[in-house]
């Protein structure tokens, strides 16, 4: 739906969630639920206690695999490399949670390494799941 619509829907439980442009749903979803709709690899959702900068009423952070910056932030170990040809996915474990992300195609990352990461264009989201926040999309 994503490449062959101009506007799609996102149906939660039979009600519409929301609509807008496959663009629009992916960088600015409106719940926790329309934003695990869209994306492979899925979004990363996480305690949002887990990076510092987080609004004082998101419970969850999401961040998309292309939205984990590496380099600095708290450190995470890599526990699989995916190697796809055009793209590398890194699987990774941080105090007890797992992570996808994006990285170079020529990494030279192994299963063992630690990486530090932190959310870039993060999403947060309260106790029942609603986006909370401004500005913190791409």
Request: aromatic share 4%.
């Amino acid at each position: 739906a994503m490449t062959m619509a101009t506007h799609v829907g996102v149906l939660d439980q039979g009600r519409l969630a929301q609509f807008g442009t496959p663009r629009e749903i992916y960088e600015s979803p409106v719940s926790q639920y329309v934003a695990s709709r869209l994306g492979l690899p899925r979004i990363n959702l996480l305690p949002a206690g887990l990076f510092p900068g987080a609004p004082s009423a998101a419970k969850t952070i999401g961040m998309r695999p292309e939205h984990v910056g590496q380099g600095e932030g708290q450190p995470a170990e890599v526990t699989r490399v995916e190697h796809l040809g055009d793209q590398t996915r890194l699987h990774l474990r941080l105090e007890g949670h797992d992570i996808v992300t994006l990285t170079d195609v020529h990494t030279t990352h192994q299963p063992g390494d630690r990486i530090a990461i932190a959310p870039r264009a993060a999403l947060y989201f309260d106790a029942a799941g609603a986006r909370i926040g401004q500005g913190d999309g791409p």
